[in-house]
C-alpha cells in the first residue's frame, strides 16, 4: 500500500477533518507537480508562468490577446502581466502591437521563436506528464480533473 499523506509528512496525529487531509493533500501533491514543471521550463530557460502565456497564446491562434484576457486565462496568478509580457517580448517569444484603430489595446502574438520553443518542449512535457500521471486509468484522471473541477467551482 502507498504511503499517506500522514506517512509522507509524518503526521503523527489524525486530521482534525477529511477536509484538512484532502487539502494537505492537495497542497503537497499540487507542489510536487508545480516542482517538476518548473524544472523542465528552466531547462529551456522559461519560468511556468512564461509557458502558460506561450500556451495561451499558441491556443489563441493569429489574433493574439490582450493583457487582461491573457492575465485571466494563466493558470497562476501574476501582480504584474505587462511586465511579464515586455520580457518575452524583449527575448523575441511574443510581439505587442498596438492598436492603429484603438491606441488602448496591445495585442500579444506568438512569435516564431516562441511556438518553436513550445515545439521543442511539449515532447518533454508530455514524457513529465506521463512519469506525474501514467499510473492512474484514463478513468481515474477524468474522476480527478472532475474532483478538482468541484473544488473550483464550489456553490
Known amino acids: 500500500m502507498a504511503p499517506t499523506i500522514r ?60 493583457r487582461n484576457e491573457i492575465r485571466d486565462r494563466l493558470i497562476t496568478r501574476m501582480p504584474d502581466v505587462t511586465r511579464l509580457l515586455e520580457r518575452m517580448a524583449e527575448a523575441g517569444l511574443v510581439r505587442r502591437e498596438r492598436d492603429p484603430d484603438d491606441r488602448r489595446c496591445v495585442p500579444t502574438y506568438i512569435t516564431p521563436k516562441g511556438l518553436a520553443l513550445l515545439d521543442q518542449i511539449d515532447s518533454p512535457l508530455t514524457a513529465l506528464q506521463q512519469r506525474l500521471f501514467g499510473h492512474l486509468s484514463p478513468e481515474q484522471l477524468g474522476m480527478l480533473s472532475e474532483l478538482l473541477t468541484l473544488v473550483r467551482k464550489r456553490p
Open 7 to 66: 506517512d509522507e509528512i509524518k503526521q503523527t496525529r489524525p486530521f482534525r477533518s477529511p477536509a484538512e487531509e484532502a487539502m494537505t493533500n492537495l497542497a503537497r501533491t499540487g507542489r510536487l507537480v508545480s516542482d517538476a514543471g518548473d524544472l523542465l521550463f528552466k531547462e529551456f530557460g522559461l519560468s511556468s508562468a512564461q509557458y502558460n502565456v506561450l500556451r495561451i497564446l499558441r491556443g489563441a491562434g493569429p489574433d493574439g490577446l490582450g
